[in-house]
């Protein structure tokens, strides 16, 4: 920790700032520079990390050396993490391609939706029971019969399924069903539900806010990985921006940093990220491109009805053109797609 | 609800619009100019709110005529609202003057900074039990020992107190002990929790989140308001900006801009909108000059020791000369403060 | 400037970094924590501001200890610059209301609208000869002819006149008619633009940029007092943000932080940071009680037919009821209007 | 153009609303909704464009139906416009490679970068003379001296040379010297510099303002077209973002959106986009997957000694390798690379 003084600050207030430190257990390394006195803050900076030292009289700033972030940081853990998915592997080469509908809707769409995603190569289905919607008056989920549908499906098409949680008071029951267990971008900075999840034990696809910085992402990670569950898989959904042409602002370049800050796999999400069919497929070639570990696309066979979200939804033919360009983005890397039309071991 | 169609719309999609559009029970008005048509839908806006009306072909955006909540808007409720937080008038011409620490600390803090905020005239007391604290590993709250703490300084001060409140599971125990609950911007859409504190007829805080917009704030008061809970005050905090001089942006005519579109009460927390005391007193005068129905500032004795955003407190001292300033603010807008030195009955 | 070097920086990459700062003919001071080395640079800040230590090899991060500006900061000049505008003062507890159309317009329109707002307390009258507009095809304002009126109308009713300057070929000219000359927000970085007016010696109303932060304003201003001219009057009107409510953000604790890091006057545009008449009022309210140095609104009499921007203007009779509101603003922060309906002397 | 008039419109403002449309020389077209009037105009879009109708008593907003560009537009051009930069063709599958150092320095140095990113691939060589610095004391350029080694070294490696133009009264020397002229992101709204290029008849690279929307951009494109110079790549440079771990937010999707609204090639430059060397390659991967017509790097061969913007260059054997990565996206969407190793003819 480096303590920054105020340019005039006051001997008094030196040595006040320096008994203060000592009195916490550290030792003070003063410089003094032509215009600024810079206090060196020796010892182990984490007990330091939540001190208001920027409140002591004199302070000007106060700057870190060490990320915030212990067990989600690259240097606790400098191989790429694998998280397995119910036998599918994410991670360190490995892609997660992730699809299905918005929500979870009647079973005969769901099985023709997952059917035709598992053709293109999808390995993980996806669908809302519990749908965090703005209006209160919007369609919210099937709640857990949409579960069992997605269950259900998810089996018989031999993809492992993930699904928002909303409530802590669910996620038992949600784990029950779910092979991972999504968090809402609404929800990133939600921390008594992230505390839920890191006890469940379940895979964790975490999706980043809408204004939350990577570091808050990896913070977030954190309160997971921190209740004894590594199994976080991190999602770049779009963040919040001036131009409203698309619906969020995809911030690709959040890929590889996340990828040099941490270990844990990130995936793309174009769907959310641009509100714009039409911008997907570009999108979806860009995170992945950039090293992403995966991509999530919402597919629904007949947008005009779908229960949410209908209007940023592929076509299932629409998806399955993508996965073919997909498939050329990551053999460039030597990441390897699932093959399509063949069966999950 | 008027559908824009893109240009080279053909006729079979203008058709297939006009089909869709009746066959919800809904009556279309064609308009073609000269370069798109439009379709006007009559009847009931808010049945077609949620309906995935852009996914049809042909149509290139689909514009509402009325606002998306209706229990928040002006519409509905054309005078003020005003709230009652325990006897503490709010809204309407009656100011709420909140000030009180970050979190709970020990009692005798607690007693001392009360006793310093109710003489300069704060007529509603805070504190925070329970921290939505970015790190693990930092100081989470006293939990339901700080509530009782902070429950009994209020009664000895004679102020309602507001804390916040982050888990649903604990809204029952919470309101227990508090006068008003408060939703913190990182839970502004949490709507699990938005759907618990409507349930439970305590007067709630809700602040606005970082990235959300006026009109996803006013529909996160409809998720309490819908729920039978009339009592919500809004409060303007600063939205996430570009320019990291100051910990957010405060958005001041956010408060203008409520009072046209909504009854509710709304005021304005200079502490976490700019996160540096030095601009405090400036951010609290533009408030309450803007119209704002009451200041939310932290305060503490001893920030260089505070348990969590000692940086941003004011000391007693400085609140006091704070709360002369905003005085006079109010009376010119002839709103009127509570006396200070004086007791609530 | 302190150097933090990278966590595993080589005892060779640090051997170097030192050689390099002396190199450049500074002392370098070591001091390695427990985590990281820091380098302190001991000597004249300036002088390696622009040399690009974050270059070398181990170095992560570099800190300037000082602010880039020097002529605008507030160490150089404590007291609070006071600006003369053709007898006008702005700045130093002096107001500045500037009120006119956006555009200048035809001589009868222009001399209505200055004898309006004159009566109302304007003390500078303001309208755009030379206008930057978003698109080639809208009307780009009267240009000389503009100025001419501009002038005359001016004179007619007392006011000194503000009028946009965009050509680095026409400063010479708008000199010859303006008491003040405006960079717009699109041209707040348009350096070139900003040498010519420095050394042109008129009065420069600069306006904040759409993504300039305070320090990028600042620097702005360095550029035009850098050439000899200390006649700078910095402008607040709103920063680029995610809720397409309003036009722009107005940024009200800007004003503050402007004041304590710089002794230029800085006065506010709530016509532009809002676009919206129903919210200047309460805007132009909040940059007064922030501590403006004035209030800079844009008044038409038939906004319906005006040139540019007739949606966000005010009418006479709205300013003149602002401005009695501006007037009690004022006198509680002890600074004077000028009174209305008396002629300057 | 249509008009959503204010719910309880009056009667008489209706019938000003139709008037004040027809005064004007169009038909109006009312539809009267269950809470909304709406008046649709029929007539040409073009001619009320810039009338300010929202300013009519009575009206809520105004929602034009077309696009305010027409030369930029896609529907004026449906084909991929190709643009000749002195023998290098750049859109339409053809992609510009270009490199090069921030700032032009002597020519030994130039004569290295040159020869080094000919080998790796580039195109086009850049280097800046006259250099936009937010600091007046920072390295301004080198100027015509600089321009003069840029053609020199240029002509040796058998590549054309893009530079920024920073003055209009420059323009017509920059050309003399300039394959190409760049306009930097935060002169894309200085009009009176894009009129001045657009004359110049030489092929212009436009960047991107920090705070521009894609339809800001393209408008900026529009002046310059409008002019009669239709040779105009755009670039994305990434915009002003809240996470400062990054120098901006590359906004890969504009990649895709231009393409859409647009005729125009768009490339992208993932140096200013990021900031950081380390996140480049991964932008660059992004940018072309996602369909851009190009990918601009900086390049020094001694960035510690750099005279601008070192810290961000690329090494040439970082270059290099990127280079070979970026084939392969480029293989993969069918757009060819220029080889590396070999002269152009």
């Known amino acids: 920790m480096i303590?920054?003084?105020?340019?005039?600050?006051?001997?008094?207030?030196?040595?006040?700032?320096i008994e203060h430190v000592e009195a916490l257990g550290f030792a003070a390394h003063l410089s003094q520079g032509t215009h600024r006195t810079i206090v060196g803050i020796i010892g182990d900076e984490e007990r330091l990390r939540h001190a208001p030292l920027k409140a002591i009289a004199g302070v000007a700033d106060v700057l870190p050396v060490l990320p915030p972030y212990k067990l989600a940081s690259r240097e606790a853990h400098p191989q790429d993490s694998l998280v397995d998915v119910s036998g599918v592997a994410v991670g360190d080469g490995h892609l997660a391609m992730i699809?299905?509908?918005?929500?979870?809707?009647?079973?005969?769409?769901?099985?023709?939706?997952?059917?035709?995603?598992?053709?293109?190569?999808?390995?993980?289905?996806?669908g809302g029971a519990f749908k965090p919607r703005t209006s209160p008056y919007a369609f919210q989920g099937l709640g857990e019969d949409g579960l069992k549908i997605l269950q259900q499906v998810g089996k018989k098409h031999a993809m492992p399924v993930v699904t928002e949680v909303t409530d802590p008071r669910n996620v038992a029951m949600v784990a029950e069903y779910a092979d991972m267990l999504q968090i809402g971008a609404r929800n990133m900075q939600n921390f008594v539900l992230l505390t839920e999840v890191g006890k469940s034990q379940r895979p964790v696809l975490l999706k980043r806010g809408m204004s939350a910085t990577v570091n808050d992402l990896l913070m977030s990670a954190e309160y997971v990985l921190s209740q004894g569950n590594p199994r976080v898989i991190l999602c770049e959904r779009g963040v919040k921006g001036f131009d409203n042409a698309t619906r969020n602002l995809f911030d690709v370049a959040s890929v590889a940093l996340v990828q040099q800050?941490?270990?844990?796999?990130?995936?793309?999400?174009?769907?959310?990220?641009?509100?714009?069919?039409?911008?997907?497929?570009?999108?979806?070639?860009?995170?992945?491109?950039?090293?992403?570990?995966?991509?999530?696309?919402?597919?629904?066979?007949?947008?005009?009805?779908?229960?949410?979200?209908?209007?940023?939804?592929?076509?299932?033919?629409?998806?399955?053109?993508?996965?073919?360009?997909?498939?050329?983005?990551?053999?460039?890397?030597?990441?390897?797609?699932?093959d399509s039309q063949l069966s999950r071991t």
Chains 1, 2, 3, 4 share one sequence.
């Open 261 to 338: 800050l941490s270990h844990l796999p990130i995936i793309v999400d174009p769907s959310h990220a641009t509100g714009r069919p039409e911008l997907i497929p570009a999108c979806a070639r860009a995170g992945l491109a950039a090293g992403a570990d995966g991509v999530h696309v919402e597919v629904h066979d007949c947008p005009e009805v779908a229960k949410s979200d209908g209007p940023q939804a592929l076509l299932p033919a629409q998806y399955d053109e993508l996965m073919g360009q997909l498939r050329g983005v990551a053999e460039l890397l030597n990441k390897k797609l699932p």
């Open 99 to 126: 699809a299905g509908p918005c929500s979870v809707e009647e079973p005969d769409r769901m099985d023709r939706i997952a059917e035709a995603v598992r053709a293109s190569g999808a390995n993980i289905f996806r």
């Open 3 to 17: 303590l920054i003084l105020r340019s005039g600050a006051t001997q008094e207030q030196i040595d006040h700032v």
